[in-house]
């Protein structure tokens, strides 16, 4: 085995994750109205990565495997693809999340109560 057939293997494997990538934010898509995607920039930690937010505030996050795949997204899900850089996120995906804390609270401090 050669030093390079590591990364060949490697690169193989990364093509495969963003294909499972790309057929998750799919069937996202579908599953939610009112999708919007959001770019977000490539960081020294991390790539590349969009973050699909619904009409109801609720998003989840993926590769897109760098700026050629953020840009085939809009014409492959069908949906408005904006830089999170220059319009932010939206104000629903913040209250999604206050949503979700307050529930964990309410969930957590009921089972208390319970014992």
Do not use: C, N
């Not at 997204?73 to 693809?81: A, D, M, T």
């Amino acid at each position: 085995m050669g030093l390079f057939s590591r990364f060949r293997r490697a690169e193989s494997s990364r093509g495969a994750d963003r294909a499972a990538d790309l057929r998750y934010m799919r069937e996202w898509t579908a599953a939610h109205t009112g999708v919007e995607a959001y770019v977000e920039p490539k960081t020294t930690v991390t790539e590349l990565t969009v973050v699909l937010v619904a009409s109801d505030g609720e998003w989840t996050r993926r590769r897109v495997g760098g700026e050629k795949g953020a840009r085939r997204l809009s014409g492959e899900l069908k949906i408005p693809v904006y830089d999170v850089q220059k319009v932010g996120y939206p104000q629903r995906m913040r209250d999604y999340d206050a949503r979700r804390r307050i529930e964990r609270q309410r969930a957590l401090r009921d089972e208390l109560a319970e014992d």
